[in-house]
Each structure stands twice: as structure tokens, then as C-alpha cells.
């Protein structure tokens, strides 16, 4: 719920917070942290701005860093079958995991930037330093583990099992922003249609809905 | 790579040691735990029996505890246009998640043994102690959700981009015991195709290994 809630406020501006304090905001929806377990957030965060285009992690390579995403959109994607097909896209305080993470063996999915992007940054060999120096770190990445593990499940659920309309239904209500900032192919390609079959289920659902009006 | 050999060497056994041996063995491929924490997992251990045909959680009920399943298997499936459609097994070591645990929202899946199953089950109450009483169980928790949302990631991504034939090759290889244990309709419903589909796989591939032979 505090998820959704910073997703629509904070999206779209370009200007605000620190990066640092939007986190501690964020964490604070998960976990009570003490004056002493905020500092440790402050030292442990490394924020990284990319550009526009960067591509955080290609097909193939080794994934060594993982990210939150602070401002900005990173898309998921993996070529298959001669075209992207587009798994995921992480904005504002969604954890950007490489399946990989952590594993010598190549990605299997590209993550790029649709915008310019701030993240917070880190490395197995950061967040093990994070862990040994405080357990309340352990806490907090158990807790956004189990949101992120939740959110999964019912992403993957959804795909199977809904139709692109249903499923463009509830990206309408759940990730309104997303509609507007993310080009029309990319969503086709998340629902795992055609632009042209995007296109058509908007058209048809702008007629239903004007005439009631 | 544990959980895999502890997979296929203990499938299909039906007696053997203490299911919470099994646990601390299954553990000890993560994390190394000192005999003060075995004596923890022990005692925040709940194991649980469940008759092959039980439902452990309906489509539409309220999930209140989540699995860690020892021995047997539990199918995770939706209804969805008509069908059910079959999302996971679960199998020796795997967390057995509903996705909503720990909400108060309907399951939009149902959880099914498809083998009589020994499983570890807690609730969120539990596992709040457990975490309050020693801080080595978050660890835990927090290591065996990073291996869960990776392995979450690479199924989504294979169901999404990979065809039927290619997943059923994966399946073949990395779970070998799966095929021999689940009836075909559910390995079909799993792969998203027709029961007949996956025989037409299934003899075609017999028949490109036949003469090579």
C-alpha cells in the first residue's frame, strides 16, 4: 500500500528529496528503524544516476550489481523467438533483481533505462559488509524479499491465466503512470501482444466507456 | 545445486530421516548454523502430514500459513477459461508460498498434494517470534527468499519466452523426477499446451533419440 501510494505521488517529478531520505520513506512503510539504523541506510546506500538509453545489465553478461529504483523506469526484456518480449518494468522503489544476481552464469534478460534513472546500487560483496555490520539491514532485505516475492507470484499468475485485456485493465488501475511513460510497443510487449491488438482493446474500452458518461 | 541433489536423491523415498534432520541438511547448504541455532530451527519447527488429495489452501480462502515442503508434492493451479491452469510443483525443499500469505485477500490460487506430503508450516505469528527470538532465523529466511525470487524470475521468464517444447527439454533435465511422479494432464496444463500436444512432443523427441542410438 505505501508502495502504491509513493509509485503515483512521486512519479513524474524531476526534481525532489534526497535520494537517500525518499528511501528511508520508503523503507519506513516496511519497518520501524531507529535514529542509529537510518545512519547505517545513509553509509550503506550508493546512488547512481544513469542516463536515458543505459543498458544497466545485457543478455549474456554476468549480473554483478543489483538496484532500487529511487526515479526512473528500468525495463526487463529478453529477445525470443526474433523479437523482445518484455517481462518487467521497475519504477519507483521496485527492487531491480538480475535472476542472476549473485551467479557467474549469463543473464537471460536485459535491463535497460526508459528514462533517466536514480538508483540505489549494490553488490553481493556490499550488502554482505551491510549484513555482518547490522542485523536490522537483514530485516529490512527479508521483508522487501517476501513484498517482492508476493509480487512475483501474482505478476506470473497473471500471466498465465489473464487475458491482455484483463491484464491491461489492471495495469490501468494499478500502475496508471506506467500507461503514460512507457511507449505503446513496450506495454504490447509486456502483455505479450501486438501493438496493432493494444491499439483495438483501447479503442473498444474508450467507445464502452464514453457513451455511459 | 543442494537443492537439486537433494531433489532427485531423496524423491520418491517413503520413509527416512527425521523430517527436521532433513531441514537442518537442507539449511546447512545455505548457511552455516551454530548447535544453539539447530536447536532454534528444532524448536520453531512445526511438522505437518497431509493426505495425498488435501487442499491446503482453496482459490478464493485466506492464506494463512505457508510451507516449506519435506517430501511429497503440492500443485499451486487457477481456474482460469474453464481449465485449470497449473502454475508450480512443489517439490523436496521448495517454499511453498501462497502468494496473498499474510494478507487478508483471496488466494487467487489453490494449493494441492498431489502426494501424500511432510511439510514444515508456519504462520505469520510464528514466524514473527522466531525472527523476535533469534536473529540468525531472519538470515535464513532472508537467503532462502533470494534464492526463491531467482528461481521465481527464471520460471517466469521461461514461461513467457521459451516454447513449450524447449520448457518441457528443462524440465526433463533439471527435475527428472517431476515427469515420473505427476499425471501428464498436469505436466500439460503446466507447459500451457493440450494433453495431446505434450504426447506429440513426447514420441517426436523418442523418435529423434531412437536412432542415434
Known sequence: MAQASLQSSDAGQSAGPDPVDRILAYLSGF??????????????????????????????????????????????????????????????????????YGKDTPSPVTFECLED?????????????????????ESVCRVMGEALVARLQQAHIDALTRTAKQRY?????????????VPQYHIASYLGIQPETLSRIRRRLSRRASPGR
Not at 485493465?169 to 511513460?181: E, K, N, S, V
Open 169 to 181: 485493465l489492471d495495469l490501468a488501475a494499478r500502475r496508471p503512470d506506467l500507461l503514460q511513460r
Open 31 to 100: 519497518v520501524s528503524l531507529t535514529e542509529a539504523e537510518q545512519q547505517l541506510v545513509r553509509r550503506l546506500t550508493r546512488i547512481e544516476h544513469y542516463a536515458k538509453g543505459t543498458i544497466l545489465l545485457a543478455e549474456g553478461r554476468v549480473a554483478r550489481e543489483n538496484w532500487l529504483v529511487i526515479q526512473g523506469c528500468v525495463r526487463v526484456f529478453r529477445r525470443a523467438h526474433g523479437a523482445d518480449r518484455t517481462l518487467a518494468f521497475h519504477t519507483e522503489f521496485h527492487p531491480a533483481i538480475p535472476p542472476t
Open 117 to 137: 534513472v536514480v538508483a540505489s546500487a549494490s553488490t553481493p560483496e556490499e550488502e554482505a559488509r551491510g549484513f555482518a555490520e547490522h542485523p536490522a539491514f
